[in-house]
């Protein structure tokens, strides 16, 4: 390729990399709630902690308030995303929630441009160019993208760890194999559910380039291997201790679901829904026509890996979006292969053909971006704070529990109030499963309430859904505080006896 063209294709890739940072930086200031806020408050709720604990101006009291807010949530992964929030506090001096947008963002853009660096050096400039344009402008991946969690990280690792592996099968060298093997193990660390995808690409590239014996014997695959083993075990099992925990609770119940057709459709329906159908069967035809040997290897070596994580977690396969995005780089891939094999047949035609379907695909661009500012535009969370620090004056003293949006994470992050929380009706469900019986409602009641001196609800979609719960508070409780969007009911002192056991 001359330097001309090579500088051209650098310089859509830096245009297109700027208009998706352009899009991804509309509305940055709203708080970060129109994409799974129970993840992106578990985040905010780390990052103020950490920004307390580091701080040497912070009080003795500040210090105990944001580590009595952050014991109420589970830590999961380590606070990577959430540490570099926190470090850029302490530089501003306040907390400013939406520096992780930034972060995030520029992770996706990472991730962008070594999918585009992986699909040139398969397929050439023009395809890799195309995958990225669909990376970047799918509005589930624009709201991803500014979301206040490990996965936009995690992808960007991905992408990287595979590009390292696929320059280490073209010429394997003790450099390159550690590069791959570092990138690696930082990237399961930040999400361990990346090693699913992960290793079936490794596993696809290492097997089309030297065999499954040859692959056996390499040296440089069985040291990372044991090495993200032990980086697993350590920080999952024995530091958090919950590894053998989350297996017991999602996925050992879960395996019933295995056997129902509605399970494999709600998880397709899942993936239509926010990569879109067509996208999807484009990507997989690219991945099955395209005759770049170690591309289709990492590939379905890539989509067998997704498939085996999607199993071991049944049920966020079905309700989680984010559960999904290992995926979203393999469609973009495939997207870039299928244009590979289309490449030619388009050369051919008249200048004046290709100069129409390059005024279409900026068209699909244009369209796109407008749909994911239109979908930011739909939503404004900034009356947020207000309403969480009203509810919080309206609140008496003593214990409360309440059903509250996000399992109380809006209430702890933006009121400064942590409570402890009645299930919703989801999780009462999922205690059927877990149970294999559903608890009697005044039995779970009595359970929960025992002890506490009001009830909050704020979660009045949640409040409709659970009739149970609602008949036993209006029927035997007064109403302490009423205002829009939220109910304090007086546990302390029931209108009348509540029925005997």
């Known amino acids: 390729m001359s330097m001309a063209r090579r500088t051209a294709w650098n310089a859509a890739l830096v245009v297109t990399l700027l208009l998706g940072l352009a899009v991804r930086f509309y509305d940055l200031t709203d708080p970060p709630l129109e994409f799974h806020p129970l993840r992106q408050l578990r985040g905010a709720i780390t990052a103020r902690y950490l920004y307390y604990r580091w701080n040497p101006a912070a009080t003795a009291d500040e210090k105990a308030w944001a580590e009595g807010l952050y014991r109420r949530i589970q830590p999961l992964e380590p606070p990577v995303t959430d540490a570099l929030v926190a470090a850029t506090y302490l530089v501003l001096g306040r907390e400013v929630l939406w520096v992780a947008r930034v972060y995030t963002v520029l992770f996706w853009l990472l991730a962008a441009g070594g999918l585009y660096a992986l699909a040139r050096r398969w397929w050439g400039p023009g395809p890799a160019l195309a995958g990225v344009l669909y990376f970047l402008f799918l509005p589930f991946a624009v709201l991803a993208s500014r979301s206040f969690q490990p996965d936009p990280l995690m992808l960007a690792g991905l992408v990287a760890s595979v590009w390292a592996w696929d320059r280490w099968v073209q010429q394997p060298g003790r450099g390159r194999g550690w590069l791959a093997a570092g990138l690696t193990v930082a990237t399961v660390l930040v999400k361990p559910y990346a090693v699913f995808a992960l290793t079936g690409a490794v596993v696809g590239l290492a097997w089309q380039r030297f065999g499954l014996r040859g692959a056996v014997r390499q040296p440089v695959l069985w040291g990372t291997a044991g090495t993200v083993l032990v980086a697993l075990v350590g920080y999952y099992g024995l530091y958090r201790g919950m590894m053998l925990d989350y297996a017991r609770t999602w996925t050992a119940p879960m395996t019933r679901f295995w056997l129902s057709p509605l399970f494999y459709g709600r998880w397709l329906h899942n993936l239509v829904e926010h990569m879109g159908g067509p996208w999807l069967l484009a990507a997989a035809w690219g991945h099955a026509l395209h005759d770049q040997r170690r591309g289709a290897a990492a590939g379905w070596g890539w989509a067998v890996g997704y498939g085996i994580y999607g199993m071991l977690v049944p049920f966020q396969s079905m309700t989680h979006s984010y559960y ?41 661009v244009v369209y796109a971006a407008a749909a994911s500012v239109r979908e930011l535009a739909a939503n404004d969370y900034r009356a947020e704070p207000a309403y969480w620090q009203e509810v919080v004056a309206h609140l008496p003293p003593g214990k409360g529990i309440g059903l509250i949006q996000d399992f109380g994470l809006r209430l702890n992050y933006f009121g400064g109030r942590a409570m402890d929380i009645w299930p919703t009706a989801a999780t009462l469900e999922l205690q059927k499963v877990w149970q294999g019986r559903a608890r009697d409602p005044w039995d779970l009641f009595r359970d929960k309430t025992e002890g506490y001196d009001y009830f909050l609800v704020t979660a009045m979609g949640q409040w409709e859904r659970q009739p149970a719960l609602r008949a036993i508070l209006t029927e035997y409780y007064p109403v302490l505080a009423q205002g829009e969007g939220y109910i304090i009911f007086d546990l302390r002192h029931p209108l009348k006896p509540l029925p005997q056991e």
Do not use: E, F, I, K
């Open 324 to 364: 999904h995005l290992p995926l979203l780089p393999w469609v973009a891939l495939g997207l870039a292969g299928l244009v590979a094999v289309l490449m030619p047949r388009l050369q051919a035609r008249p200048r004046w053909a290709q100069a129409a379907l390059a005024v279409a695909t900026l068209a699909a």
